[in-house]
């Protein structure tokens, strides 16, 4: 059973402590607690201990808790170290290496991940202090579920909620995993791209990233390190991931090159083909007496430039072919241009796919062409992610 140790630190959000406590136990993750002095403040060891089925650890200098198990083991003993809801406070202390009380002393001492989740008013998670704190923990690895913008207990508005309980227990999951893909990197490219035509109007298609995220996320699920690679969708980030934000097509190409090398590259996004050199000003309407043209120029195709033969191609480059007609001669003929490995393919002419949460498709490998029947987009995305661990078995 793999296990957590999480410190809750003080503030309003500590209630949702015990929810994750719940949440967690349910998935099957143990919990032991650690309650800092001011966390005690929001919430009872004693609740903590019911929840948690144990002892809820409060003081360094206690001598009953260091006979039984000293700070030293108790911060090795979990798989990781959570801290949630972590206050402005203990974040600072973790980046000056501070150990003036338990917690402090169990994040300084332990050697395995740790994850933390900021809650705190807006003013304090914005300040040039906190922003700063945040980026060097960052930097030393250490995860971060970021809060949630909303209204505050404080009453102002703004990031700074604690995220709920269920993001911070996918976080948890996705650090804890240890799954076949462990030590993989996998690069998928999601949505769509927008191609400006002027500051207010722009070239783009129906993809809904659906399909893309869920492959990044069925990835992760087994353990490989995903860098998701988005275009514009309306989609909430996946947890336990790296997650680029990109517009156009060239910021996409320029970010798949920054976050090479990798093992696995499916490149789903339904890229624009071509953009356009975008105008300055708004184009107008009023006095311009016939419509504008749009001159098209090719954008960088991603995937060929990816699948060609060299050290930094991924071991394993999957392709995507949305086609309107001739499903399987377009896209085996797509795989042999682009000199991807395989080529999932699906029937995008009024099938309700491009958009939906359904998809149908054709998978066409080396070895032949698989007809997988019509399934929600999590199912075949992790259809998917089971073949690429099979081909890396
Ligand atoms: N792709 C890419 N970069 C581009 C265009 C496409 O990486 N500039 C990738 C897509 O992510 C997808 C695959 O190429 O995996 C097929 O995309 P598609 O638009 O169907 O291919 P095209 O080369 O545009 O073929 P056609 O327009 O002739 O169908």
Known sequence: MKRILLIVSGGIAAYKALELVRLATKAGIGVTAVLTAAGEKFVTPLSLQALTGGKVYQDLFSLTDESEMGHIELSRAADLVVIAPATANILAKLVAGLADDLASTLA????????????????????????????????????????????????EFGPGRLAEPPAIL??????????????????????????????????????????????????????????????????????????????????????VRNALPADIAVCAAAVADWHVAPAAQKLKKHGSATPPTLALSENPDI????????????????????????????????????HCDWIVANDVSGTGIMGGDENEVLLITGAGTESWPRMGKTRLAQKLADKIKEFFA
């Open 108 to 155: 300084l001492a332990t050697d395995k991940p740790v994850l933390v989740a900021p809650a705190m008013n807006v003013r304090m998670w914005e300040h040039a202090a906190t922003r700063a704190n945040m980026a060097v923990l960052q930097q030393r690895g250490v995860l971060v579920v970021p809060p949630d913008e909303g209204a505050m207990a404080c009453g």
């Open 170 to 255: 996918a976080a948890i999951e996705a650090a804890l995993n240890d799954g076949p893909l462990k030590g993989k990197h996998a690069i998928v490219t999601s949505g769509p791209t927008h191609e400006p035509i002027d500051p207010v109007r722009y070239l783009a298609n129906r993809s809904s990233g659906k399909q893309g995220h869920a492959i990044a996320a069925a990835l992760a699920a087994l353990g490989a390190r995903v860098t998701l690679i988005s275009g514009p969708v309306s989609l909430p980030d996946p947890f336990g991931m790296v997650v680029v934000k990109v517009e156009t097509a060239r910021e996409m190409h320029a970010a």
């Open 303 to 338: 995937l060929a430039e990816i699948s060609k033969p060299g050290t930094r191609r991924p071991a394993l480059v999957i392709g995507f072919a949305a086609e309107t007609e001739n499903l399987a001669a377009h896209a085996t003929d797509k795989r042999a241009r682009k």
